[in-house]
Nanobody
Framework: QLHLVESGGGLVQPGGSLRLSCVASGWSPTYYAIGWFRQAPGKEREAVSCINSKGDRFDYADSVKGRFTISREFMSDTVYLQMNSLKPEDAAVYYC?????????????????????WGQGTQVSVSS
C-alpha cells in the first residue's frame, strides 16, 4: 500500500509561514492525486488543497486561496504545501492523502471520501 508521511508542522506567529511536506513511499497506483486536509479540535475535517496526478492542476479552499501554494516533486515523490500569511484559524492537524485516479482524470478532488491512503498528520499552531 501507499505510505504517506507528513512533516513541517510547528508553532508560528500570525503572519508567518510554514512549508508542509508529504512524502509517498511503497506501492502506488500509476496515477494518484494528493490532497491536503486539516482538522481543528471540535471541528470537522476540511479540504485545504489538492494537486492532480500530473502536478499541473490544483484546487484550493476559499479560505486559503492566495496564501497557500501546493506543488509536486516527482523525483522525490513529495507534495509540498507552502503556507504564508498564516492566521490563528489555520491552526489544525494537517493530513495528506492519496486518491487513485484514471489517466483521463485531469482534475483532483476536494472530497475526502475519495482518498484512500492517509498520513498520520502534522500539527500546525498559529499563535502570538
Amino acid at each position: 500500500q501507499l505510505h504517506l508521511v507528513e512533516s513541517g508542522g510547528g508553532l508560528v506567529q500570525p503572519g508567518g509561514s510554514l512549508r508542509l511536506s508529504c512524502v509517498a513511499s511503497g506501492w502506488s497506483p500509476t496515477y494518484y492525486a494528493i490532497g491536503w486536509f486539516r482538522q481543528a479540535p471540535g471541528k470537522e475535517r476540511e479540504a485545504v488543497s489538492c494537486i492532480n496526478s500530473k502536478g499541473d492542476r490544483f484546487d484550493y479552499a476559499d479560505s486559503v486561496k492566495g496564501r497557500f501554494t501546493i506543488s509536486r516533486e516527482f523525483m522525490s515523490d513529495t507534495v509540498y504545501l507552502q503556507m504564508n500569511s498564516l492566521k490563528p484559524e489555520d491552526a489544525a492537524v494537517y493530513y495528506c492523502a492519496s486518491e487513485p485516479v484514471s489517466a483521463l482524470q485531469a482534475m483532483c478532488d476536494m472530497i475526502s471520501s475519495r482518498y484512500n491512503y492517509w498520513g498520520q498528520g502534522t500539527q500546525v499552531s498559529v499563535s502570538s
